[in-house]
């Protein structure tokens, strides 16, 4: 590339960066932000006003997802809930087919009673094979005697009395072995047993909390492996606002000071939350939840919070996603903006959790 066009590209990059900063300083100054609406436009919003002591960011209403998985694999026989459906802490939400499971169990508590069997042969056959060794021991001293005393002893006769102790020693040896290999097998045949009981439990899946149905990932009839999600559960008792803060704000931010949240959506009202998490490391902000001039700073997560008592009482109107603005009281003794005093909507009837067929 020629000198004359490095130059000349210099002097471009060098303008579009100083316009840039003209730009940023005068919205700055006006109170204006640059934002991106839909369809990649730019657009101008104006900031609201707030007094010393107080900050605030934009973000979405966010709640913690919980997926329900399957332990062990199989075909799924049904799911009983819908994408929307309220569920309770241990409701039955999807089964399994545990038809070779069942069959593995009958194995297990068919190989009991055969172990039981060969323990009580081994038992029986115990105290009479313990008799032979003592009477063969007495047969073969008394022989070793009489040699020893010069009398005529056979050297056969020595043998085939050493011969026969040792074989109902090993008799012995053996008959204990076999009482100990069927209690062996006994337990292992209730340990399998009990370990196809719990993988047969385990087939029916329960929402481990109350919630809400986010996703349902799997239909009836599909083969899941091992750890193959069926739904991802939303839990309405831990909802919350992420927003990010630049470091000035993040320092003076207390944890579970008072905050406010005011939605999109319903900007008439205004939520009370407090400050639950700041992050210990400051990050890039994502480009949804900010302008991008603030973007272009490190500034610090923050997660405001709304009460679950609260959310208990509007757990019907509560709706992940919804956009808003959450403002945070830095000073403990600055008062609240009237604009940002409590105000919560009517609260709804509480509606019923869905029923749904009982477990096989």
Same mark, same amino acid.
């Given at each position: 590339?020629?000198?004359?066009?490095?130059? /000349? %590209?210099?002097?471009?990059?060098?303008?579009? @960066?100083?316009?840039?900063?003209?730009? +940023?300083?005068?919205?700055? =100054? !006006?109170?204006?932000?640059?934002?991106?609406?839909?369809?990649?436009?730019?657009?101008?919003?104006?900031?609201?006003?707030?007094?010393?002591?107080?900050?605030?960011?934009?973000?979405?209403?966010?709640?913690?997802?919980?997926?329900?998985?399957?332990?062990?694999?199989?075909?799924?026989?049904?799911?009983?809930?819908?994408?929307?459906?309220?569920?309770?802490?241990?409701?039955?939400?999807?089964?399994?087919?545990?038809?070779?499971?069942?069959?593995?169990?009958?194995?297990?508590?068919?190989?009991?009673?055969?172990?039981?069997?060969?323990?009580?042969?081994?038992?029986?056959?115990?105290?009479?094979?313990?008799?032979?060794?003592?009477?063969?021991?007495?047969?073969?001293?008394?022989?070793? /005697? %009489?040699?020893?005393?010069?009398?005529?002893? @056979?050297?056969?006769?020595?043998?085939? +009395?050493?011969?026969?102790? =040792? !074989?109902?020693?090993?008799a012995l040896r053996a008959a204990r072995i076999q009482v100990v290999a069927a209690e062996a097998a006994i337990a292992a045949a209730q340990a399998s047993s009990e370990r196809v009981a719990v993988d047969i439990a385990d087939s029916t899946l329960r929402a481990p909390r109350d919630g809400r149905v986010l996703y349902r990932l799997a239909e009836a009839g599909e083969v899941l492996g091992s750890g193959g999600k069926v739904l991802t559960l939303l839990d309405l008792t831990d909802v919350y606002l992420v927003i990010f803060l630049p470091a000035p704000a993040a320092g003076r931010v207390p944890l579970g000071g008072e905050?406010?949240?005011?939605?999109?959506?319903?900007?008439?009202?205004?939520?009370?939350?407090?400050?639950?998490?700041?992050?210990?490391?400051?990050?890039?902000?994502?480009?949804?939840?900010?302008?991008?001039?603030?973007?272009?700073?490190?500034?610090?997560?923050?997660?405001?919070?709304?009460?679950?008592?609260?959310?208990?009482?509007?757990?019907?109107?509560?709706?992940?996603?919804?956009?808003?603005?959450?403002?945070?009281?830095?000073?403990?003794?600055?008062?609240?903006?009237?604009?940002?005093?409590?105000?919560?909507?009517?609260?709804?009837?509480?509606?019923?959790?869905?029923?749904?067929?009982?477990?096989?």
């Amino acid at each position: 590339m020629p000198m004359k066009t490095r130059l /000349r %590209l210099l002097g471009a990059i060098l303008l579009f @960066a100083l316009l840039a900063i003209a730009v +940023a300083v005068w919205l700055w =100054r !006006t109170g204006l932000d640059l934002i991106v609406l839909p369809q990649g436009v730019l657009g101008l919003v104006t900031k609201q006003d707030l007094p010393a002591g107080f900050a605030q960011g934009n973000g979405r209403l966010e709640a913690t997802e919980v997926d329900v998985a399957t332990k062990i694999p199989g075909r799924l026989l049904e799911v009983r809930v819908r994408e929307g459906d309220r569920v309770a802490a241990g409701q039955v939400v999807a089964v399994l087919d545990t038809a070779s499971l069942e069959a593995q169990r009958r194995r297990a508590e068919a190989e009991q009673p055969r172990a039981g069997q060969q323990r009580e042969q081994g038992l029986r056959a115990g105290p009479r094979r313990a008799r032979d060794p003592t009477y063969a021991r007495r047969e073969l001293a008394r022989l070793e /005697r %009489l040699a020893s005393s010069g009398k005529f002893v @056979a050297e056969d006769q020595l043998d085939q +009395a050493r011969t026969k102790a =040792r !074989t109902a020693e090993a008799a012995l040896r053996a008959a204990r072995i076999q009482v100990v290999a069927a209690e062996a097998a006994i337990a292992a045949a209730q340990a399998s047993s009990e370990r196809v009981a719990v993988d047969i439990a385990d087939s029916t899946l329960r929402a481990p909390r109350d919630g809400r149905v986010l996703y349902r990932l799997a239909e009836a009839g599909e083969v899941l492996g091992s750890g193959g999600k069926v739904l991802t559960l939303l839990d309405l008792t831990d909802v919350y606002l992420v927003i990010f803060l630049p470091a000035p704000a993040a320092g003076r931010v207390p944890l579970g000071g008072e905050a406010r949240i005011v939605l999109d959506a319903a900007p008439e009202y205004v939520i009370p939350a407090s400050v639950s998490f700041v992050a210990p490391r400051a990050q890039f902000t994502p480009k949804q939840v900010e302008t991008q001039s603030v973007r272009e700073q490190l500034a610090f997560r923050v997660k405001v919070q709304i009460a679950p008592e609260l959310l208990a009482r509007y757990e019907s109107l509560v709706k992940t996603g919804l956009p808003g603005v959450a403002h945070v009281r830095l000073d403990p003794d600055a008062p609240w903006p009237a604009t940002l005093t409590s105000r919560l909507p009517p609260e709804p009837v509480p509606d019923r959790v869905p029923t749904h067929p009982r477990e096989p």
